[in-house]
């Protein structure tokens, strides 16, 4: 999800004291540089397809159909599949009452863009999930069968470590979805995650993780490589308010080593440490900007930082004032 406005000027600042980017959002105007550079991609456990390791999260960034709200999300769209990406992540309860979903549905019928697009949505009924919930979320996005569907959990809406996922199961089963997960964004909510994933080896989970956050580095994320998981890493840039990286680094520029992994902005420093780290499939940072969504996709181009620069980026910004 995207800062609120305030931070979103911090990461211009951020920006634009690493040296700035090109942007271009529209599908035949994407520079020719950054298409002879094709995004990486890495494999879904379960099934060998391959993913764009940078998507899009809709978040709470939608939540007023305007006809600029609209043509700003369409223009994004294009941006990220001319760029590579195809992973956009959703939620019934995104903007309320299936609006986010609605929404995406009607610009997938209107760009015909639905073709290259990878759709994560989720349910909040994680405890009455009956085929008429799935079946609403794909009337909404105008689709007949989603691409990923998983059981939204978080703070405001914890699982326990015996949530059934059967009835996902049954949805995926019936040719509804073709992939089943369940989400997390706290670190309190991991453990029952994993007991979630060792008895019913989902295909995905997505999780917060951070370079201000790695407590997913201890236990969950090695877990999902055990188990052949895939995963969705929500909030890469931390939450709001003083969790918000961009906050600590406004005003600081770049540490020169970081071209060593071609990082020009410090969004791609932030993703490319998380993309360093082999079990994770795709990082889904969410953006209402353009030029926020061409420069995140710039995080799968070139070279991932190894073992060794991923500890030397943690220790650097962890100790920055």
């Known amino acids: 999800m995207d800062p609120p406005e305030t931070l979103t000027r911090t990461r211009r600042e951020a920006l634009a004291l690493a040296g700035g980017f090109g942007i271009a959002p529209l599908l035949s105007a994407i520079p020719a540089a950054a298409q002879s550079r094709p995004i990486a991609t890495r494999p879904i456990p379960s099934s060998g397809e391959r993913l764009p390791v940078v998507g899009l999260g809709t978040g709470q960034n939608w939540r007023t159909d305007t006809p600029e709200y609209r043509a700003a999300l369409s223009a994004i769209l294009r941006t990220l599949i001319a760029g590579g990406g195809t992973v956009v992540d959703t939620a019934s309860n ?51 069968k989603i691409d990923l569907i998983q059981i939204h959990s978080g703070s405001y809406s914890p699982v326990s470590a015996d949530q059934d996922l059967g009835p ?39 999780l917060n993780y951070s370079i201000g956050d790695r407590e997913a580095e201890r236990r969950l994320l090695p877990a999902a490589a055990e188990l052949g998981v895939a995963t969705l890493i929500d909030l890469p840039f931390g939450g709001h308010g ?47 900007k353009v030029e926020h969504m061409e420069d995140n996709l710039g995080a799968g181009r070139g070279p991932l930082p190894d073992a060794a620069q991923r500890q030397r980026m943690a220790q650097f910004f962890a100790e920055l004032a």
């Open 94 to 144: 995104y903007g309320g009452y299936g609006f986010a979903e609605r929404m995406l549905g009607e610009i997938f019928g209107e760009s015909g863009l639905r073709p290259r697009i990878f759709i994560a949505t989720k349910v909040e009924e994680h405890y009455n999930l009956y085929p008429s919930t799935v079946k609403a979320s794909l009337q909404r996005l105008g689709l007949s």
């Open 168 to 206: 996902l199961r049954d949805w995926k089963a019936q040719g509804l979805v073709r992939y089943i997960g369940i989400t997390t964004d706290y670190d309190r909510g991991f453990a029952d995650i994993e007991a979630i994933m060792r008895r019913w080896k989902p295909d995905f989970i997505m």
């Open 242 to 288: 003083s969790n918000n990286l961009f906050r600590k680094v406004q005003g600081k520029p770049l540490p020169d080593w970081a071209r060593d992994f071609d990082v020009t902005s410090w969004a791609q420093f932030f993703l490319k440490y998380l993309l360093g780290h082999g079990a994770v499939t795709a990082v889904i940072p969410g953006t209402n």
